[in-house]
Structure formats: structure tokens, C-alpha cells
């Protein structure tokens, strides 16, 4: 089964957090084939050049992949963007693009503690 993380989910378990995370999240991340949305990355980098993270999106990512076994998503941008047409609840592209992303590859569960995503995406997991 595969699981995707969001961008709070990622950096947490980069940060050695992984305590911080709900049970049911904790038991998915365990029990599942780990992947987040490109948006995902390019997230972090956002964060990373405003200076709320101290290392650039391609270190988390390599240390997420060797760590988590975390692969990044390589679904056709085309189709994910298609669904995220319809994600009209947020103003947010990230959010938008993360969910759709879960969305495309089959209802995945999306470990996020976001509340507004829980709130829109029933497969959403903390």
C-alpha cells in the first residue's frame, strides 16, 4: 500500500520527530510504501529560500529517501493537475497539488496533522 506525506509529515521524520506524529499516522508511515507529490519538494525549497528551514528541498529529499525509503511521486502532471481543478476548498496551490496527488494514485491515505485537509480529504491520516 502506498502512503504520501505531506510537507509538515516530511519534515518532522526528517527532524527526527517522528514521536510528535498521531498513532495512526505513526502505524501507517511503519506499514507503508512511503511517497510525496513533487509539490511537496518544492514546498520545502519555498521554506527553505524564506528561511524557515535551515537545508535546501534535494538535501531533505536524499535524507528522507535514504532514511524513510521515501520515493518521490512520478505521476503525470497533467492528471494530478486536472484533479486539483476540483480541490476548490483551498487557495492554497501546495495543498491543493498534495491532495490531488493522494487523490490520482488510487484514494491513497495522506498522512497530514493539516486539519483543513482533513476536513476535505477523508483518506487523511494523524
Not at 32 to 45: C, G, Q, T
Not at 81 to 106: H, M
Amino acid at each position: 500500500m502506498i502512503a504520501y506525506l505531506d510537507t509538515n509529515a516530511v519534515l518532522r521524520l526528517a527532524q527526527g520527530r517522528a514521536r510528535a506524529m498521531g498513532t495512526e499516522a505513526s502505524r501507517l508511515i511503519r506499514r507503508a510504501d512511503l511517497a510525496i507529490s513533487p509539490m511537496v519538494l518544492l514546498e520545502m525549497e519555498y521554506l527553505f529560500e524564506i528561511g524557515r528551514l535551515r537545508l535546501p528541498a534535494r538535501d531533505i529529499l536524499l535524507k528522507a529517501e535514504h532514511e524513510l525509503d521515501l520515493r518521490l511521486c512520478d505521476l503525470p502532471f497533467a492528471e494530478v493537475s486536472r484533479v486539483a481543478l476540483d480541490e476548490k476548498w483551498t487557495r492554497d496551490p501546495f495543498d491543493r497539488v498534495i491532495v490531488a496527488q493522494a487523490k490520482v494514485n488510487g484514494l491513497a491515505p495522506l498522512i497530514s496533522a493539516d486539519e483543513v485537509i482533513a476536513e476535505h480529504y477523508p483518506r487523511t491520516v494523524w
